[in-house]
């Protein structure tokens, strides 16, 4: 069974562009996560989608980003324009419904600024 | 408020067992986790324990769980070379499984052979 996907998996920018993830979840699961994680910390939750729904973006800077999950299958992360302080790595994970809620991650993005 | 913490660097000897804490504030949490990541790599589940356990054992991990002190605690038993990576600690908070990971800020073990 494959994992989750994420592209690119590496991705370098001038400040002021925009840029664009891709995750594709492990297949059959409904709960798609977009997290960012900094240089030496944990990750941190951006959004959490049930189907195309998102029920939590509560942490999302939605002056600059944005995310979508048209068909509840795949989904972008989006950050227009981006500042230098958007470097980090950019990670997906996904779950079913269930208890144990164990998240399934990517191997992220690592978007490096200039 | 919601907060987990962690020791950021542990170095033991291979073949010696290895003890990774963490400490976390919501006291309602159901489920805590221990993930491990390895460079340039996501995120792994190595185990996790509901609210209502005190002991969790898996092969050479042994999970212990403190809920009046709200620490838990991850043990590596033989540890190996392989197990070199980062460890990160993570609770569910609030009484319902809502589906949002608080994370540490990760211990960085070191084996050396």
């Known amino acids: 069974e494959a994992g989750v996907v994420q592209s690119p998996r590496y991705k370098i920018i001038e400040k002021k562009q925009p840029v664009a993830f891709w995750c594709n979840p492990i297949?059959?699961?409904?709960?798609l996560y977009w997290y960012l994680q900094n240089l030496g910390q944990g990750p941190e939750l951006l959004i959490r989608?049930?189907?195309?729904?998102?029920?939590?973006d509560s942490q999302l800077p939605k002056d600059r980003f944005s995310a979508e999950r048209l068909k509840g299958v795949d989904s972008t992360l989006k950050i227009q324009p981006a500042e230098l302080g958007d470097s980090a790595v950019y990670l997906c994970?996904?779950?079913?419904?269930?208890?144990?809620?164990?998240?399934?991650f990517g191997p992220g993005t690592r978007l490096t600024v200039l | 408020g919601e907060d987990v913490e962690q020791s950021l660097f542990l170095s033991v000897r291979e073949g010696d067992s290895s003890v990774i804490n963490c400490t976390y504030t919501?006291?309602?949490?159901?489920?805590l986790y221990w993930y491990k990541q390895e460079p340039g790599a996501g995120l792994q589940l190595l185990t996790y324990?509901?609210?209502?356990?005190d002991m969790k054992q898996d092969q050479r991990l042994t999970v212990l769980l403190n809920k009046k002190d709200k620490h838990l605690s991850l043990r590596i038993a033989d540890t190996q070379t392989g197990d070199s990576a980062i460890y990160f600690c993570?609770?569910?908070?609030?009484?319902?499984?809502?589906?949002?990971?608080?994370f540490g800020q990760g211990t960085t073990l070191q084996v050396k052979p």
């Open positions: 994970a996904s779950s079913s419904a269930g208890g144990d809620n164990e998240q399934f």
């Open positions: 297949s059959g699961h409904n709960t």
């Open positions: 989608y049930e189907n195309e729904e998102a029920v939590d």
């Open positions: 919501d006291s309602s949490s159901t489920y």
């Open positions: 324990i509901f609210s209502n356990m």
């Open positions: 993570a609770e569910t908070p609030g009484s319902s499984n809502t589906g949002k990971l608080i």
